[in-house]
């Protein structure tokens, strides 16, 4: 779309390209809704249409409605994130496909505000729930209200490995140690199973069991990064309402949960050299397009400028007003962890202090 000259020169000689207009909208259209999606985004964009008419000129709100229309007619709708973030302005049009529901907003202002598009993202309190006996394992998907038995592609059951244990002999010493072998068999291949729903669900995980089991499966497991916390107690006999009964003290303090979740990932991450700690760093990898999880904290900005090298930049002090002076360089590290199909979380302050306030897991 071509701009008269004049209304571009008018555009680039203020400070902001207004209007900015940010939408965002959950968008899944993997689930077969593609006619309510459409009717969304027809009613978001009347809507759109009628704000501006009221704030700016014709000339102004044709342009803009031009930019959405654009943008409307060219999303992806074989995209298997769940949600869309479109912004908007006479010299803008980005649309960034992220992996979180958020609460549906329209909002026209003088600038896009990356921080508020992740403080939109939903509060997910889903969970995957290991609970582990020495007869059988049951795996539950979990939220505040219910949980959902999930099947992997294991046996649940210790007797499907009996015969894959030598015979009993006759002394009792030998029997006892033969239980053992079972069972760290069984829990060997629950951790396998384990493992490939931590992959596909990317939840924290929680183990409930007595004690002599958690220790046997403590011993094996090869996923107790991604355990949030261990829950004793014999559940054998337990109702799935009772077992749920026993999580809300968890769900009740879900923050912490999430911090060491967060906490744990990024102990992984460095383990297999493969998290950017520091702005610097975590900038070049940004750029490179490697990011997969940023996690910064809360309040954490840093005005910078960039370099002749464009994964590098230069810490500048705030008043400073050279020409590639940038405001907020968390905020571009951010869009461009968003655009390139990456995640953002917020943190606490503080929570990231031994990594320099921001940390970037990459891809692996």
Same mark, same amino acid.
């Given at each position: 779309?071509?701009?008269? =000259?004049?209304?571009?020169? !008018?555009?680039? !000689?203020?400070?902001?390209?207004?209007?900015?207009?940010?939408?965002?909208?959950?968008?899944?259209? =993997?689930?077969?809704?593609?006619?309510?999606?459409?009717?969304?985004? +027809?009613?978001?964009?009347?809507?759109?249409?009628?704000?501006?008419?009221?704030?700016?000129?014709?000339?102004?709100?044709?342009?803009?409605?031009?930019?959405?229309?654009?943008?409307?007619?060219?999303?992806?709708?074989?995209?298997?994130? +769940?949600? @869309?973030?479109?912004?908007?302005?006479?010299?803008?049009? =980005?649309? #960034?496909?992220?992996?979180? !529901?958020?609460?549906?907003?329209?909002?026209?202002?003088?600038?896009?505000?990356?921080?508020?598009?992740?403080?939109?993202?939903?509060?997910?309190?889903?969970?995957?729930?290991?609970?582990?006996?020495?007869?059988?394992?049951?795996?539950?998907?979990?939220?505040?209200?219910?949980?959902?038995?999930?099947?992997?592609?294991?046996?649940?059951?210790?007797?499907?490995?009996?015969?894959?244990?030598?015979?009993?002999?006759?002394?009792?010493?030998?029997?006892? =140690?033969? +239980?053992?072998?079972?069972?760290?068999?069984?829990?060997?291949?629950?951790?396998?199973?384990?493992?490939?729903?931590?992959?596909? #669900?990317?939840?924290?995980?929680?183990?409930?069991?007595?004690?002599?089991?958690?220790?046997?499966?403590?011993?094996?497991?090869?996923?107790?990064?991604?355990?949030?916390?261990?829950?004793?107690?014999?559940?054998?006999?337990?109702?799935?309402?009772?077992?749920?009964?026993?999580?809300?003290?968890?769900?009740?303090?879900?923050?912490?949960?999430?911090?060491?979740?967060?906490?744990?990932?990024?102990?992984?991450?460095?383990?297999?050299?493969?998290?950017?700690?520091?702005?610097?760093?975590?900038?070049?990898?940004?750029?490179?397009?490697?990011?997969?999880?940023?996690?910064?904290?809360?309040?954490?900005?840093?005005?910078?400028?960039?370099?002749?090298?464009?994964?590098? @930049?230069?810490?500048?002090?705030? !008043?400073?007003?050279?020409?590639?002076?940038?405001?907020?360089?968390?905020?571009?590290?951010?869009?461009?962890?968003?655009?390139?199909?990456?995640?953002?979380?917020?943190?606490?302050?503080?929570?990231?202090?031994?990594?320099?306030?921001?940390?970037? @897991?990459? #891809? #692996?």
């Amino acid at each position: 779309m071509i701009l008269q =000259k004049e209304m571009v020169q !008018e555009l680039l !000689e203020t400070d902001k390209y207004m209007p900015c207009v940010s939408l965002l909208l959950n968008f899944e259209p =993997k689930m077969g809704l593609r006619k309510e999606l459409d009717y969304a985004l +027809k009613i978001n964009g009347e809507k759109l249409e009628r704000m501006l008419l009221d704030s700016f000129p014709q000339d102004i709100t044709r342009v803009v409605m031009n930019r959405y229309q654009h943008a409307v007619e060219n999303l992806n709708y074989i995209t298997h994130k +769940k949600s @869309i973030a479109i912004f908007l302005s006479p010299l803008v049009e =980005k649309v #960034y496909y992220l992996d979180m !529901e958020v609460d549906e907003k329209l909002v026209i202002d003088e600038s896009f505000e990356i921080r508020d598009l992740i403080r939109s993202k939903k509060e997910n309190t889903r969970y995957l729930l290991a609970v582990l006996s020495a007869k059988w394992t049951k795996i539950f998907l979990g939220d505040r209200h219910q949980l959902v038995r999930v099947t992997s592609n294991v046996p649940d059951n210790v007797a499907a490995y009996r015969n894959e244990i030598p015979e009993k002999v006759a002394n009792f010493s030998d029997e006892q =140690k033969r +239980k053992e072998i079972l069972l760290d068999k069984f829990l060997l291949h629950t951790d396998n199973g384990l493992a490939l729903l931590l992959n596909m #669900y990317q939840l924290p995980l929680f183990v409930m069991g007595t004690k002599r089991t958690i220790g046997h499966f403590r011993n094996i497991t090869r996923n107790g990064s991604r355990v949030i916390d261990y829950i004793h107690g014999n559940f054998e006999e337990e109702t799935e309402s009772t077992l749920l009964s026993r999580m809300q003290t968890k769900l009740d303090n879900w923050r912490s949960v999430q911090e060491r979740k967060w906490l744990l990932a990024l102990e992984e991450a460095m383990n297999v050299r493969k998290l950017a700690r520091g702005l610097e760093d975590v900038w070049q990898a940004a750029v490179q397009k490697r990011g997969r999880w940023l996690l910064v904290e809360r309040h954490f900005m840093v005005p910078a400028m960039h370099t002749d090298q464009p994964d590098k @930049i230069t810490f500048l002090e705030p !008043e400073n007003n050279h020409a590639f002076y940038i405001k907020d360089a968390v905020d571009d590290v951010m869009e461009k962890v968003l655009s390139s199909g990456g995640q953002v979380d917020f943190v606490e302050d503080g929570l990231l202090a031994e990594y320099g306030h921001i940390a970037l @897991i990459e #891809y #692996y």
